[in-house]
T-cell receptor, first 114, second 113 residues
């Protein structure tokens, strides 16, 4: 079945520490891949996206993600987190065969330890 | 620069009542989407409009849910005979033709008592 998996429900890291949020997808072909962030009481904001080309993509707020076809993964990283990064992060795909609805992962809640 | 706007931001209603939620997409965007975000179900696709094509209604959970898009712009999501399980945040998004990036509005929080 087609799916997007974010295995970590909740992660806590110290301010200034590095971060990696995991995402795996299950589709026949490489879909379009996204990471969105949702701060408390806010809407969804696009962090970055991958359609094709360079497998390391840069996003806003110092985030980056790497697409690994062999692992069907699109993990989000940041070298040094800030307290303002505390939020819910969603990995998402738009299946290439259906450039319409977004399929979202279940989300990872990030907490920052002072 | 106006983004996607939604109204109302919050709606409290009684079980059995009908509600209408409104979405104003980004000007010039031809595609419009509705999603629902609830505690038990995460983020779910509801319906998708693209230009004058027939909408993709495959995500609507029951026939109590319907949506229309007038003049290719504003969209209204209607929930008839609301139930408590309809309580959620309803998100609208839009995108331009040929682009797969969707831009989201702030959502409408619906509470059914």
């Amino acid at each position: 079945a087609q799916s997007v998996t974010q295995p970590d429900i909740h992660i806590t890291v110290s301010e200034g520490a590095s971060l990696e949020l995991r995402c795996n997808y299950s589709y026949g072909a490489t879909p379009y891949l996204f990471w969105y962030v949702q701060s408390p009481g806010q809407g969804l904001q696009l962090l970055l996206k991958y359609f094709s080309g360079d497998t390391l993509v840069q996003g806003i707020k110092g985030f980056e993600a790497e697409f690994k076809r062999s692992q069907s993964s699109f993990n989000l990283r940041k070298p040094s987190v800030h307290w303002s990064d505390a939020a819910e992060y969603f990995c998402a795909v738009v299946p290439y065969s259906s450039a319409s609805k977004i399929i979202f992962g279940s989300g990872t809640r990030l907490s920052i330890r002072p | 620069g106006a983004g996607v706007s939604q109204s109302p931001s919050n709606k409290v209603t009684e079980k059995g009542k009908d509600v209408e939620l409104r979405c104003d997409p980004i000007s010039g965007h031809t595609a419009l989407y509705w999603y629902r975000q609830s505690l038990g179900q995460g983020l779910e696709f509801l319906i998708y409009f693209q230009g004058n094509s027939a909408p993709d209604k495959s995500g609507l959970p029951s026939d109590r849910f319907s949506a229309e898009r007038t003049g290719g712009s504003v969209s209204t999501l209607t929930i008839q005979r609301t139930q408590q399980e309809d309580s959620a945040v309803y998100l609208c998004a839009s995108s331009s033709r040929g682009e797969d990036t969707q831009y989201f509005g702030p959502g409408t929080r619906l509470t059914v008592l």
